[in-house]
Antibody, heavy 118, light 107 residues
Framework: QVQLQESGPGLVRPSQTLSLTCTVS??????????WSWIRQHPGKGLEWIGN???????KYNPSLKSRIILSIDTSKNHFSLKVNSVSDADTAVYYC??????????WGQGTLVTVSS | IVLTQSPGTLSLSPGDRATLSCRTS???????LGWYQQKPGQAPRLLIY???NRATGIPDRFSGSGSGTDFTLTISRLEPEDFAVYYC?????????FGQGTKVEIK
């Protein structure tokens, strides 16, 4: 059973860079067949897809965030990562990593709250 | 594509039938719609894909239907564990988008 776990700082200062990592267990990122996504949920709000990456490092980004987002993958460590540059209050959210069929998200991490505050 | 879910909150009792609506701003050319369940403090869980197909392990009291711009999630008889927030998601157009959610609460 594939499991995903997010990790990273819970507090980021405005204008700084938010960095999160998702470690995958029970399956190998290098085996292919899936994409690996980041999704966020603003407090009390709905869900927003941020972007995804495949085992080769090919990425797709939500146009609304594309200019500030970098996704990367390290198959040797079986993890993938998210960086969001120039954060503001609007980036305060619970960030989820998820296994992505390129259509739907069938496995999710438990989520991690990132607060942007000085 | 913008997804609009209604109602925002549904107050029902265990054993009741729940009918949740999801309307898309553009017609989905194929069955590119799914539903998720989210309980407090938990990640969403995939319930339905392809409008009407239950994901692995999802009980048959959950069913999906619809086409074009109007889609429905039905829970035939609410169990205590079904009280949660439900989101629809379209994957017919990029970027994939979610509805704002319907909360099913205990009356």
């Amino acid at each position: 059973q594939v499991q995903l776990q997010e990790s990273g700082p819970g507090l980021v200062r405005p204008s700084q860079t938010l960095s999160l990592t998702c470690t995958v267990s029970g399956g190998s990122l290098s085996s292919g067949g899936y994409y690996w996504s980041w999704i966020r949920q603003h407090p009390g709000k709905g869900l927003e897809w941020i972007g995804n990456i495949d085992y080769s490092g090919s990425t797709k980004y939500n146009p609304s965030l594309k200019s500030r987002i970098i996704l990367s993958i390290d198959t040797s460590k079986n993890h993938f990562s998210l960086k969001v540059n120039s954060v503001s209050d609007a980036d305060t959210a619970v960030y989820y990593c998820a296994r992505d069929t390129d259509w739907l998200f069938d496995r999710w991490g438990q989520g991690t709250l990132v607060t942007v505050s000085s | 594509i913008v997804l609009t879910q209604s109602p925002g909150t549904l107050s029902l009792s265990p054993g009741d039938r729940a009918t949740l609506s999801c309307r898309t701003s553009q017609s989905l050319s194929a069955t590119y719609l799914g539903w998720y369940q989210q309980k407090p403090g938990q990640a969403p869980r995939l319930l339905i894909y392809g409008v009407s197909n239950r994901a692995t392990g999802i009980p048959d009291r959950f069913s999906g239907s619809g086409s074009g711009t109007d889609f429905t999630l039905t829970i035939s008889r609410l169990e205590p564990e079904d009280f949660a927030v439900y989101y629809c998601q379209q994957y017919g157009s990029s970027p994939r988008t979610f509805g704002q959610g319907t909360k099913v609460e205990i009356k």
